[in-house]
């Protein structure tokens, strides 16, 4: 294990440095594992940063990056999401990427306000950790269908690989109108071919796995991140902004 993560260290550098070559950069930053390796990643490279958080005023992301924020001792910026704004912003995004799917518009929403607050402090470039659940097993559904074995595992890591990242597209068409580009170091080519065939046990321990991602958060430890974020669940961007139950609320109405 401590070879793996001696050298998953190193491409993770590497999808860094060969993503973005420009010194201030934001980062879309939760204070969840991923986020957080990211930016101490980026903080041991040089690069300026800037943690960048949007959120419902007391949603779990706006707290909790706070506090892990303050423990990376990193610059940290954060927005508070309007509900007097929000169903307007929701319809435009629905109308401009022309789908219905739930996790587009709330994920596009989500990165509408990155975009703004990275805008407002003169960020033009922003990484996001986007890549990780997908090729590290992050999502509940591969505890559904990691009894099937390698294939059942790999099928469902492909189809979330391509949906991530034709929707990443779409979220820097919304980027773009602030002037600021979305880049996703982990969702490179370079970084896929690295990551995608390591084995299964380094990602997932089964069905009963409600962690997952251990090499990541064994990543995470060793380079300094905080235990409360390595060790932490997941939860999704648009739950723990609150975006999703906004959302919900604004489509009954």
């Known amino acids: 294990m401590e070879n793996l993560v001696t050298n998953l260290h190193e491409q993770v ?3 860094i440095k060969h993503t973005s070559n420009q010194h201030a950069v934001g980062i879309a930053f ?3 594992v991923d986020s957080s390796l990211l930016a101490k990643v980026c903080s041991d490279l040089g690069y300026d940063i800037t943690l960048l958080t949007i959120g419902f005023a007391n949603s779990h992301d706006v707290e909790f990056s ?3 924020a303050t423990l990376l001792n990193l610059r940290h910026v954060i927005s508070e999401i309007s509900k007097e704004s929000f169903q307007q912003v929701s319809n435009e ?3 401009q990427i022309g789908t219905d799917n739930l996790s587009w518009n709330e994920n596009c ?3 509408h306000y990155v975009s703004k607050l990275a805008a407002e402090n003169n960020i033009d470039t922003v990484l ?3 890549g990780i659940d997908e090729l590290f097993c992050g999502y509940n559904a591969y505890r559904l269908v990691v009894e099937g074995g390698e294939r059942a595992v790999f099928d469902l890591m492909d189809s979330k690989l391509e949906n991530e990242i034709e929707m990443m597209k779409a979220i820097n068409m919304i980027s773009s109108k602030f002037g600021v580009k979305i880049l996703q170091p982990f969702l490179s080519e370079r970084f896929i071919d690295f990551a995608k065939p ?4 380094v990602k997932i321990k089964g069905r009963d796995d409600m962690l997952r991602k251990h090499a990541i958060r064994d990543l995470a430890l060793a380079v300094g991140v905080p235990s409360e974020s390595a060790l932490k669940r997941k939860k999704a961007l648009q739950y723990g902004s609150l975006i999703h139950k906004n959302l919900m609320a ?3 109405t």
């Open 30 to 32: 939760s204070g969840g």
């Open 198 to 201: 390591l084995p299964l046990a």
């Open 93 to 95: 995004i629905r109308d």
């Open 66 to 68: 706070k506090k892990i």
């Open 128 to 130: 996001t950790s986007n």
């Open 250 to 252: 604004v489509r009954k």
């Open 109 to 111: 929403i989500a990165f």
């Open 13 to 15: 550098k590497l999808a």
